[in-house]
């Protein structure tokens, strides 16, 4: 790969800006909604879009649209004067925070130097303590922010958020850093995995993207489950509980045995690594009538579908056990495991891998378990893995994130940006 010798130097102001960008932006409520029909599926979700377009423009960023469906892209030109030569890379982070914890009112802890002790959350009363969490063993002398436990933090994807409108604000107050056009994209509703439903792939119009959306200092992850969604339909019979013998099937025991006999070693609290599993989110109903709604998870797809196999399985099992009732499983595809894409795209992960080093860290590439925006986008058109952004204990309250590790984020989505402009596919 060429090289420039330009070198990325991130002063402590750089550092102090990105804070204030994120505490900013988790600020503001999020909170996306798996139940909603709207799209975004919260209308919250426009009051961080809204204040970014504002900030795009500001920065000095170029074709600027926010569109109806919260899709807020823009652009920073390129300063190569064969510019036009280059393939264009984008930049993605989604505003929305996961529906299942609040994200409203969040009260950040700042600590400016960590001292590697247990961490108290004064809100709850609660302590994220080093024995649960050992990665803090690792930001000893770094700033770390936590929650004061009655909400989450918003770093999944405030982080990336920052780390974006930092890198693109960076170029702008570094002109002789050459760089080739660089696209910037904030999307709604990556949590309810319909982050990319409406996303236009040729507006957008990039060679390929990247997610900042990952966690820990220097991730690059090439690799998601497959996911699909599946829902169990439990039908029985109601009828007056005073003449209800032999003649009632109460669907919320039919659901419970379902439930209990579900593959003790196929489930997201008894697995870790490349294992599948079946996980129950929603149940909803009465005597009469419920809905379980499951995601079912694995990195390749045969696995997958024996994973459904399972629920089809204990089905018809639980059918057996009650005479009369009927459960029924309906299965809809969600996403496949991007790697298959980005194999056929070696550089686009390549670069990002060098970007890392270039930063002063060892990168480390893997999967999540788990998928993004980038897996459906890889099959869209558009590849697209994911980048590190420092934030941890996604989702839950004791969420916390590094901003030394965010900064690196910074400085390996500038240096990929340089990278890019150095070299041809």
């Known amino acids: 790969m060429g090289d420039t010798g330009a070198k990325i130097d991130l002063t402590s102001k750089d550092k102090a800006e990105l804070l204030e960008r994120f505490l900013r932006y988790v600020a503001v409520n999020t909170r996306s909604d798996e139940e909603s029909e709207d799209f975004p599926s919260t209308p919250v979700q426009w009051d961080l879009l809204k204040l970014l377009e504002g900030e795009m423009k500001e920065v000095g960023l170029t074709d600027v649209e926010l569109d109806d469906k919260g899709y807020l892209f823009g ?5 190569l004067p064969n510019g036009a030569n280059i393939p264009v890379i984008g930049y993605l982070a989604h505003v929305d925070t996961y529906g299942g914890t609040s994200g409203e009112n969040v009260k ?6 960590y001292d590697g002790s247990d961490i108290a959350l004064t809100g709850a009363g609660a302590v994220l303590d080093v024995a649960s969490n050992p990665l803090l063993k690792e930001c000893v002398g770094h700033t ?5 436990g009655t909400t989450l933090l918003g770093a999944d994807d405030k982080a990336g958020v920052a780390a974006i409108m930092t890198i693109v604000d960076w170029f702008v107050k570094h002109p002789e850093i050459p760089h080739g056009e660089l696209r910037v994209g904030f999307t709604p509703d990556e949590e309810t995995g319909n982050g990319t439903r409406f996303f236009d792939v040729e507006r957008f119009n990039a060679y390929c993207a990247y997610t900042f959306d990952g966690s820990l200092l220097g991730e690059i992850e090439n690799e998601t489950f497959s996911g699909d969604s599946a829902s169990v339909e439990i039908t029985g019979y109601d009828t007056h509980p005073g003449m209800a013998k032999d003649v009632l099937i109460n669907a919320l025991r039919v659901a419970a045995h379902f439930l209990q ?3 003790e070693g196929f ?19 009465d005597v009469a009538s419920v809905t379980i709604n499951f995601i079912v998870r694995a990195f390749n797809v045969e696995e997958l579908h024996e994973r459904e196999k399972d629920l089809k399985r204990v089905a018809g099992e639980t059918q057996t056990a009650f005479p009369g009732s009927k459960v029924e499983v309906k299965i809809s595809e969600s ?4 790697k298959e894409i980005l194999d056929k795209h070696p550089k686009v992960v390549e670069y990002a891998m060098e970007a890392v080093r270039r930063s002063g860290v060892k990168p480390v590439l893997t999967y999540i378990r ?18 590190f952004a420092g934030g941890v204990n996604f989702h839950g309250t004791k969420e916390w994130a590094s901003l030394d590790w965010m900064l690196k984020s910074v400085e390996t989505g500038i240096n990929l940006a340089v990278l890019w402009g150095e070299n041809r596919l």
């Open 267 to 285: 489930l997201p609290e008894t697995t870790e690594k490349r294992q599948s599993y079946v996980h129950p989110m929603v149940i909803k109903g």
């Open 144 to 148: 770390v922010i936590t929650t004061d």
């Open 335 to 338: 996403y496949r495991n991007m």
């Open 108 to 113: 950040p802890n700042v600590i400016e130097t």
């Open 75 to 79: 652009t920073l030109p390129s300063n």
């Open 261 to 263: 006999n579900l593959p």
């Open 370 to 387: 788990g998928g993004t925006d980038g897996s459906q986008l890889s099959f869209k058109g558009l590849p697209c893995p994911n980048i």
